[in-house]
């Protein structure tokens, strides 16, 4: 048995799990030269949610992140995570999209791209699979872990038959909501082992409090790579520490090779962060209590955030448990999607409109009537007749690959935001999210100017010989 790698996600999963993907470039920068020499299998550091929350909340160009940390980590793999056809938004890009988001971000830094489709539809990962390979990066194909009566080990393994053909570098299994227990972990990653011959990478949630024992027993099971954050941004809607796991394997066959001491001192300046943002109020301690909610309704943490963030804004807070025993219900209507972004997203606002609403489907939204007409993937199982019925009327519902559909749009969208263009990377910012790039560009032309006018001032002075 070779050692276990580590993938450390403190840098996008641990934050954004734990203080909504607010931690800035500049409170990373001062330990990556550190981390550099642990000896990760890779680290996590773009995609997900990171990209948006660099736009929008933080006023930092995602790009120039990447570029920064990958000057500081020069001997780690960086790693992203890509949601398929939606790249890191939340619908559907044409293929030339995908293509050039995937050239330009491992043209940046990244080494590994994670990709994944919210319904485990491969055919929406398929084009970025293909540009992985082509550009010269590792492709990391993805199934998704949920609990229905139709998935089962041999789904799963037929899922990840496919992904190997399409010609995947590894298979990560994505339990975004840490419900992955222990022994049915043991079975699957043996299966898997069993069926496929390239690595097998295991990343979960410590939410429902028993990740560190599917780990372990994946680790028995064969995994090759488990995915940890260092512990101040550890346990609760996060993944597993990554101390207590080094320290576990140390001195078995399964030894990570990782130098305890160096991760202590890396813990302590994420320390002296996390506790920044529980002063400020953004880190609620809350997120670290084990919640058994995720065993019954299969909610992770992100998206019982969201759920009480719209609560909260109806003033109806009192119908948090209702509307987490609607959950599952939506999710039985629409087929069993796996609650993972986008589709967690729209699931969760339904239920809430459901309950809100006192008669079920009175409200939908867009998202939903797009997801039964067949534009986000093909449901893991058939939606019934009359939900459909209820939701789009007598709508044909597309077959296809939703992608086929979209016909190429890079040239447009250049034309589009050429005014506030800088670099080429500006294209597919403006590409994910219009209105928070424009913004973006707007406040950074803004400030060039202000500063190109304050040296034209400074230059124009005179001075007495």
């Given at each position: 048995m070779a050692k276990i790698k580590i993938t450390e996600t403190v840098l996008r999963d641990g934050h954004q799990s734990l203080i909504a993907t607010r931690m800035k470039t500049e409170e990373m920068l001062p330990i990556l030269d550190i981390m550099d020499k642990v000896g990760y299998h890779s680290v996590e550091m773009w995609g997900g949610a990171t990209f948006d929350s660099c736009l929008r909340f933080l006023d930092e160009d995602p790009w120039e992140r990447l570029r920064e940390i990958r000057k500081h980590l020069k001997n780690t793999k960086l790693q992203m995570l890509l949601r398929g056809q939606n790249i890191l938004g939340y619908k559907n890009y044409a293929d030339d999209v995908v293509d050039e988001f995937v050239k330009l971000s491992l043209k940046n830094g990244i080494d590994i791209i994670r990709t994944f489709d919210a319904l485990n539809d491969l055919r929406n990962i398929e084009t970025a699979i293909r540009a992985t390979k082509k550009y010269g990066g590792h492709a990391q194909g993805t199934v998704v872990y949920t609990i229905s009566p139709v998935h089962n080990i041999e789904l799963y393994v037929d899922l990840a038959k496919k992904i190997q053909a399409m010609g995947a570098d590894s298979l990560c299994i994505k339990d975004m909501s840490g419900i992955l227990t222990p022994y049915y972990g043991f079975e699957l990653i043996k299966a898997l082992k069993q069926h496929i011959s390239i690595p097998i990478q295991l990343h979960t949630?410590?939410?429902?409090?028993?990740?560190?024992?599917?780990?372990?027993?994946?680790?028995?099971?064969?995994?090759?790579?488990?995915?940890?954050?260092?512990?101040?941004?550890?346990?609760?809607?996060?993944?597993?520490?990554?101390?207590?796991?080094?320290?576990?394997?140390?001195?078995?066959?399964?030894?990570?090779?990782?130098?305890?001491?160096?991760?202590?001192g890396i813990a302590e300046h994420f320390k002296k962060i996390r506790e920044k943002y529980i002063a400020n109020g953004i880190l609620n301690p809350n997120v670290f209590n084990v919640d058994t909610n995720v065993l019954s309704y299969q909610v992770p943490g992100g998206m019982l955030s969201n759920l009480m963030s719209q609560l909260a804004a109806q003033n109806a807070l009192?119908?948090?448990?209702?509307?987490?025993?609607?959950?599952?219900?939506?999710?039985?209507?629409?087929?069993?999607?796996?609650?993972?972004?986008?589709?967690?997203?729209?699931?969760?606002?339904?239920?809430?409109?459901?309950?809100?609403?006192?008669?079920?489907?009175?409200?939908?939204?867009?998202?939903?009537?797009?997801?039964?007409?067949?534009?986000?993937?093909?449901?893991?199982?058939?939606?019934s007749d009359e939900i459909k019925r209820t939701i789009i009327g007598d709508e044909e519902v597309?077959?296809?690959?939703?992608?086929?559909?979209?016909?190429?749009?890079?040239?447009?969208?250049?034309?589009?935001?050429?005014?506030?263009?800088?670099?080429?990377?500006d294209v597919l910012s403006y590409a994910l999210f219009p209105q928070v790039a424009l913004k973006f560009f707007k406040d950074r032309q803004a400030k060039k100017y202000s500063i190109d006018s304050n040296l034209a001032d400074k230059s124009e002075k005179t001075y007495p010989v």
């Open positions: 949630h410590f939410t429902s409090g028993m990740t560190d024992m599917t780990y372990l027993k994946a680790i028995e099971a064969g995994v090759d790579i488990i995915d940890t954050a260092i512990s101040p941004f550890g346990l609760g809607t996060s993944q597993p520490p990554t101390e207590p796991i080094v320290a576990t394997l140390q001195g078995t066959e399964y030894d990570t090779g990782l130098n305890l001491e160096l991760l202590c009192n119908k948090y448990d209702d509307v987490l025993k609607e959950v599952p219900r939506v999710r039985e209507d629409l087929g069993y999607p796996p609650l993972v972004t986008p589709s967690s997203q729209f699931v969760g606002t339904q239920a809430v409109f459901n309950v809100l609403a006192g008669t079920r489907y009175k409200m939908i939204p867009n998202e939903i009537k797009d997801y039964v007409r067949g534009k986000y993937g093909k449901s893991s199982v058939p939606i597309i077959t296809c690959r939703p992608a086929d559909l979209l016909p190429p749009q890079l040239d447009s969208i250049k034309e589009e935001m050429k005014e506030y263009y800088e670099q080429e990377e």
